[in-house]
């Protein structure tokens, strides 16, 4: 296994944004992306691991376990992609196939190579995208929207980090001396973050697909931290924030956990002001970002994100040939 994680270190190091980079030593960079990758090369041809994601799937028909297992796919002249297979939001009539890593470059080209080897290599499961995490996602959907080789492709989710250190140096949002975090408890902040969502989906539907409260499990892992705060707006109580210590992405750092604000604190341009608090609060070691994955439809969280400093430093995009369904980018 070693072997296999060296390797797809060295791909995914390829991958990997001039800003992360810019972030770290080459050194300390590769131990990041070995941390995130380790399970991912240990389930390369697992049968355990198959079987158990295969008897909670429960797709019939597709009994042997190495079909549900990592798989290391060889490519036509040479290279590989390690793949994971999956199924959106647990639904087995949009299963897609995760590319982890590969010594494909990230281009048309390469990108075409993968999906006509991989796709086909899982068939039997009827994959109606790629999926793979790439340094520019606008420019290189850009470049597939105008190559004949691809049908439907799209964001999926974009990952957005910022250094602590720089975060903290940021001018404040207006709202900022308005707002205060005060520490909760998990059970109270999840009824409340609950509540907060299903105003949400009232108005707007399309919402569910991603905006969804955390459980009472992970606010408690946040609560653990000292990072579970209930957000409180000249006195009112007005929503729940959250973060917890994460390393992933080639990142190192704290990830939000949880951010929402119920339907009278919504549109007052009081979200910056909030994760500035959560940043004041954080625990950060030096080079420790503060990162998070925000859906294509939640723009104002995207806005949110950028507007306090945080930048995209890598995409998650739907990759489909031309022929193949490809993954509704709404959902």
Not at 4 to 24: F, N
Not at 25 to 42: F, G, I, M, W
């Amino acid at each position: 296994m070693g072997d296999l994680l060296d390797a797809m270190v060295r791909a995914r190091s390829a991958w990997t944004s001039s800003t992360v980079r810019g972030w770290y030593s080459e050194q300390d960079l590769c131990r990041h992306l070995r941390a995130a990758l380790a399970d991912e090369a240990r389930w390369v041809g697992d049968v355990g691991f198959g079987r158990a994601f295969r008897d909670a799937v429960g797709l019939p028909g597709i009994p042997d376990p190495l079909d549900w297992a990592n798989r290391a796919v060889e490519l036509p002249g040479g290279g590989w992609a390690v793949t994971h297979l999956r199924f959106r939001l647990g639904d087995v009539a949009r299963p897609f196939v995760d590319v982890v890593a590969t010594t494909a470059p990230p281009t048309p080209d390469g990108l075409a190579l993968v999906a006509g080897t991989v796709l086909p290599a899982y068939a039997p499961f009827r994959p109606v995208s790629l999926r793979i995490e790439v340094p520019d996602g606008a420019g290189l959907l850009a470049a597939l929207g105008s190559d004949d080789r691809f049908g439907r492709c799209g964001p999926a989710l974009h990952v957005v980090a910022g250094r602590v250190e720089d975060l903290l140096l940021r001018p404040r949002a207006g709202s900022y001396p308005s707002v205060r975090l005060r520490p909760t408890d998990p059970g109270g902040a999840a009824e409340r973050a609950e509540a907060a969502y299903a105003e949400l989906a009232a108005g707007r539907p399309q919402s569910r697909a991603w905006a969804a409260a955390e459980s009472v499990a992970s606010l408690s892992a946040c609560a653990e931290e000292g990072l579970l705060f209930e957000v409180v707006v000249d006195g009112q109580v007005a929503g729940v924030v959250a973060a917890a210590r994460d390393d992933d992405h080639g990142l190192v750092g704290s990830t939000v956990r949880e951010l929402c604000l119920d339907s009278r604190h919504r549109g007052r341009r009081l979200a910056a002001a909030v994760l500035q608090r959560l940043v004041d609060e954080l625990p950060a070691r030096p080079g420790d970002v503060l990162w998070g994955t925000v859906h294509p439809g939640n723009r104002p969280s995207l806005r949110t994100a950028l507007s306090i400093g945080r930048t995209t430093t890598s995409s998650l995009l739907w990759v489909a040939p031309r022929g193949h369904p490809g993954m509704p980018v709404e959902l």
